[in-house]
């Protein structure tokens, strides 16, 4: 496995919990925030909620041998070891029958993968009223207790059930999430200290890092970070025959010979790469079609039944809760996740508040434990306009344009969505404030693909249903860029499956 593999930091006195932590550190502004705070999201009504805490600045740090241009959306690429999953909140929705149409196979293909994913790492679930939208495959452990926020969230739901599914269309469950609810091999359940947002110091919450270590233990695995690929090079017969790379040391050149070479270092890194070998064997500039990305939207609410109550820092920050949103159709299934802010950072919200600084740190004092945000997803699907080509016509490295255009529906899915979002929490007695909703900059949800996709019958910038290259008979591509098309859900469980349903099909 060939990959630059930056990594960061590694945990901090991991038995703490969140407050414990903030006591026992030197400068905990310079953990939490950065010695720079450049974590701090500073007031800016355009400006989104999240930001990345330092310990995960490894992840988005920046090569210099990576170039790109982007219209219409702000994407965001890895070197990290572990790639962008690093950064994932864990949530792990399996997509079904209707999320697969475009797809050469359905779910009965994918789900004993799925049950693999989920032995090896460690996902929660139940069936609930979610089920419906994501199936209940084998593997799947008991979910963490619930804190008192969204426990009293998913009971107000019960309560009105019948008439939240049947006017709004809104089903509410528990949250499928890779996180440890027991002991799985050396790693040990979640103990809530309120940290993941910094990274799970015991490796309860799962990223793709574990997985690494593990491989790494194996005889016939060979890890050699430290290499930026720049290209393969072929024979006459498009035969892959080595993958050459740039030591991030010292700017050398590698080459490495292959049988066969698979490519997974993300959407846009994969289709460089194929790109760029293209062109330096041919003097060819080809274009990739069909670029997709989910839309966000992020709506913080207050519940109103959790007004002045106890905050408790001690809790598993990420979403323990989901929605789905059913539409006209099955393909216009809307994905949201909810979030109950423990020791996320607070002060995004806290400047949105209508008082002075030390009035809206008191009145926040009174709102914290009452305090959620609901990150809402929506489907993208191939179109022609959205494009990744290479510029060659400036002296280095070819760099990556990339054109992104919206579906020209997307502004009243985007309202119905959230108009009834916001009435049925208020059923819930949740407000959900409009002019605190935030639409995401496109690429902030890092869920890329379709860009050389599946298809059933060989086609040129296409793959097989087995993901190997219609160009390149010993090509594979196991990240997003097979997909021929993009859900609500989040896609990361699903690459994860789909690669185990590569690996045993053609390895």
């Known amino acids: 496995m060939l990959d630059v593999g930056r990594r960061g930091p590694g945990p901090v006195l991991p038995e703490e919990d969140f407050p414990s932590l903030k006591a026992a550190l030197d400068d905990p502004a310079a953990y939490l925030l950065g010695r720079d705070y450049e974590a701090l999201i500073l007031p800016d009504f355009e400006r989104e909620y999240y930001g990345f805490p330092?310990?995960?600045?490894?992840v988005f740090a920046p090569n210099p041998e990576w170039r790109m241009h982007a219209t219409g959306m702000s994407p965001l690429v890895t070197f990290a070891a572990g790639g962008l999953a690093e950064a994932w909140t864990g949530g792990s929705y399996p997509f079904n029958d209707d999320d697969l149409e475009r797809f050469p196979f359905g779910y009965d293909h994918l789900a004993p993968h799925y049950e693999t994913v989920a032995r090896r790492i460690g996902i929660t679930?139940?069936?609930?009223?979610?089920?419906?939208?994501?199936?209940?495959?084998?593997?799947?452990?008991?979910?963490?207790?619930?804190?008192?926020?969204?426990?009293?969230l998913l009971h107000s739901y019960q309560r009105k059930r019948q008439s939240l599914n049947s006017r709004y269309g809104l089903f509410m469950g528990r949250a499928r999430s890779a996180v440890l609810s027991g002991n799985l091999g050396a790693r040990k359940p979640c103990s809530k200290l309120g940290r993941c947002l910094w990274g799970c110091p015991t490796q309860s919450l799962y990223t793709p890092s574990v997985t690494l270590?593990?491989?790494?233990?194996?005889?016939?695995?060979?890890?050699?970070?430290g290499h930026y690929i720049t290209h393969f090079r072929f024979d006459s017969g498009n035969r892959v025959t080595g993958v050459v790379s740039r030591s991030a040391a010292d700017a050398s050149e590698h080459e490495f010979p292959v049988g066969r070479l698979v490519l997974g270092g993300g959407t846009l890194s994969s289709s460089a790469i194929f790109m760029n070998s293209i062109h330096r064997d041919s003097g060819r500039t080809i274009t990739l079609h069909g670029l997709m990305d989910n839309r966000q939207v992020l709506m913080p609410f207050v519940n109103l039944g959790m007004l002045g109550r106890r905050f408790e820092?001690?809790?598993?920050?990420?979403?323990?809760?989901?929605?789905?949103?059913?539409?006209?159709?099955?393909?216009?299934?809307?994905?949201?996740?909810?979030?109950?802010?423990?020791?996320a950072l607070i002060h995004p919200l806290i400047q949105q508040l209508p008082f002075h600084l030390r009035g809206s740190a008191a009145a926040f004092r009174?709102?914290?434990?009452?305090?959620?945000?609901?990150?809402?997803?929506?489907?993208?699907?191939?179109?022609?306009?959205?494009?990744?080509?290479?510029?060659?016509?400036?002296?280095?490295?070819?760099?990556?344009?990339?054109?992104?255009?919206p579906r020209t529906d997307e502004p009243g899915r985007i309202a119905a969505a959230t108009?009834?979002?916001?009435?049925?929490?208020?059923?819930?007695?949740?407000?959900?404030?409009?002019?605190?909703?935030?639409?995401?900059?496109?690429?902030?949800?890092?869920?890329?693909?379709?860009?050389?996709?599946?298809?059933?019958?060989?086609?040129?910038?296409?793959?097989?249903?087995?993901?190997?290259?219609?160009?390149?008979?010993?090509?594979?591509?196991?990240?997003?860029?097979?997909?021929?098309?993009?859900?609500?859900?989040?896609?990361?469980?699903?690459l994860m499956a789909n690669a185990v349903r590569v690996a045993e099909l053609e390895f």
Do not use: W
Request: aromatic letters at 6%; proline letters at 9%; glycine letters at 8%.
């Open 54 to 58: 330092p310990s995960k600045s490894h």
């Open 125 to 152: 679930g139940v069936s609930d009223d979610l089920s419906r939208f994501m199936p209940l495959h084998g593997g799947l452990t008991g979910p963490l207790e619930l804190d008192d926020h969204p426990a009293r």
């Open 213 to 225: 270590g593990d491989c790494m233990m194996k005889p016939n695995f060979r890890y050699t970070p």
């Open 313 to 343: 820092p001690r809790g598993y920050q990420y979403h323990q809760l989901a929605m789905g949103l059913v539409g006209a159709s099955p393909r216009d299934y809307v994905h949201a996740l909810i979030t109950t802010l423990t020791t």
């Open 366 to 405: 009174d709102l914290h434990a009452a305090l959620g945000l609901i990150n809402v997803n929506f489907a993208d699907s191939r179109r022609e306009e959205n494009q990744l080509t290479l510029d060659t016509s400036t002296p280095g490295a070819p760099r990556l344009l990339i054109r992104y255009a």
């Open 419 to 494: 108009r009834a979002l916001r009435s049925a929490l208020l059923r819930m007695g949740c407000i959900a404030p409009s002019r605190m909703t935030r639409l995401r900059p496109m690429g902030a949800s890092v869920h890329y693909a379709g860009t050389i996709p599946m298809r059933s019958k060989p086609e040129p910038l296409t793959c097989s249903p087995r993901c190997r290259s219609h160009d390149f008979e010993n090509l594979y591509f196991i990240d997003g860029t097979s997909l021929p098309d993009l859900p609500a859900k989040n896609l990361t469980l699903t």
